[in-house]
């Protein structure tokens, strides 16, 4: 009798246990589904108010500044000037969001606003704004924009919209819906340059489920912006991995050199510099004939972070004390990432005393159609 009493008592916890997990996900999801329709309906608000409110010219480039500002007044927390910016770019990124948000709307949102959201819609087009980039029906969209907002959060949606490419976007967007990746595992995909890696290798299955098995780890005139790596004319590998694509950016040096511009003389690869026994070392070293002084260039296939500058400014520090010759300038440091976001590169960097730039580089695939058909088998279709 105690047994079965025991046994009861156990089926209770483990139902009481099962609903609560459902429904808790439920109320997350929801929860993450509302945030984003809000950033998405915020975006259009901005896009609307730039194209077509009266007093738009009073404000200009200091109009997401001044909203954040007026929000803060009102108490609304997490619309600071970043996010403001994030909204924009999200409502412009993604128009077919559109459907799903109209359709909540109808069920949720007071009549009011719902016709004031809709007259919005109509006036601020994303089509208009995006062009030639956006489908003219949603039906053309490979991923149902109700799927985009249930297995996605925002959060992801800020990662995405770093991609300004359409095809890389969508390779993300299939792979973290197929994979169920939270917001890290989607952002070590995009700093271990996944999609680029992909498009190279010739087994792209293979470069997939090695990432899926790997556990997480970490003068202005003369400096072009961005660095396009068309050049390089990488070979086509089975799989490429991070050392390969970096391998293959540092061994066509010679084309390196010649879009970086006139005047650059290469000195040393991997150059070693040693503190107390501590090896580091500095991916490119050149020295420029013009600016007189030494170049040094860090390499970094992810996006940029605030220690790269960190690293960069004690290269730059030794060499000002350690390699400077009679007559040279201070070096310069040039950090090139796969992806950075500006606003962080500049407060990296300012205050500085040493002279560092933080640029983007890009690098075109061999070929697009062939990644097209990849994303295409795995959606299934």
Not at 297 to 305: A, C, H, Q
Request: net charge neutral.
């Amino acid at each position: 009798m105690a047994s079965q009493k025991q046994n009861g008592f156990q089926s209770l916890i483990s139902c009481i246990s099962q609903t609560h997990a459902v429904l808790q996900q439920n109320a997350r999801q929801a929860i993450n589904q509302n945030l984003t329709i809000r950033n998405w309906l915020i975006g259009c608000y901005i896009v609307e108010f730039e194209q077509h409110g009266e007093d738009r010219a009073t404000y200009g480039a200091r109009l997401l500044a001044e909203m954040a500002k007026a929000l803060k007044a009102k108490r609304i927390k997490g619309l600071n000037n970043r996010t403001l910016h994030n909204c924009r770019l999200f409502y412009i990124a993604y128009p077919q969001i559109l459907q799903s948000v109209t359709a909540k709307l109808q069920k949720e949102l007071p009549t009011q606003i719902l016709q004031s959201a809709t007259a919005k819609f109509e006036v601020t087009s994303p089509n208009s704004i995006r062009g030639s980039l956006t489908p003219e029906s949603p039906d053309e969209y490979p991923i149902p924009p109700e799927t985009l907002l249930s297995r996605l959060s925002f959060t992801h949606f800020v990662e995405l919209i770093r991609k300004d490419d359409p095809l890389e976007r969508l390779f993300y967007e299939v792979e973290t819906i197929k994979n169920n990746w939270s917001v890290r595992e989607l952002e070590r995909a995009m700093n271990t340059a996944l999609y680029v890696r992909t498009g190279l290798s010739k087994n792209k299955e293979a470069v997939i489920q090695k990432f899926k098995n790997q556990k997480p780890a970490d003068t202005e005139d003369v400096m072009r912006e961005p660095y396009s790596l068309e050049f390089l004319g990488l070979a086509e590998l089975p799989s490429y991995s991070e050392s390969d694509l970096e391998q293959a950016i540092l061994n066509h040096l010679q084309y390196f050199l010649m879009e970086l511009g006139t005047g650059f003389c290469f000195e040393a690869r991997q150059k070693r510099i040693t503190f107390d026994n501590t090896h580091h070392r500095i991916d490119l070293v050149f020295y420029h004939r013009i600016l007189k002084c030494h170049v040094l260039i860090d390499l970094k296939i992810g996006k940029f972070d605030h220690a790269d500058a960190g690293q960069m400014n004690v290269y730059l520090n030794y060499y000002k004390d350690n390699e400077r010759a009679e007559g040279d300038n201070p070096p310069v440091g040039l950090i090139l990432c796969g992806d950075k976001n500006e606003t962080l590169a500049k407060y990296a960097v300012t205050g500085i005393d040493n002279k560092m730039f933080v640029s983007k580089y890009l690098v075109n695939l061999p070929d697009k159609k062939l990644l097209e058909t990849f994303i295409r088998r795995e959606l299934g279709k």
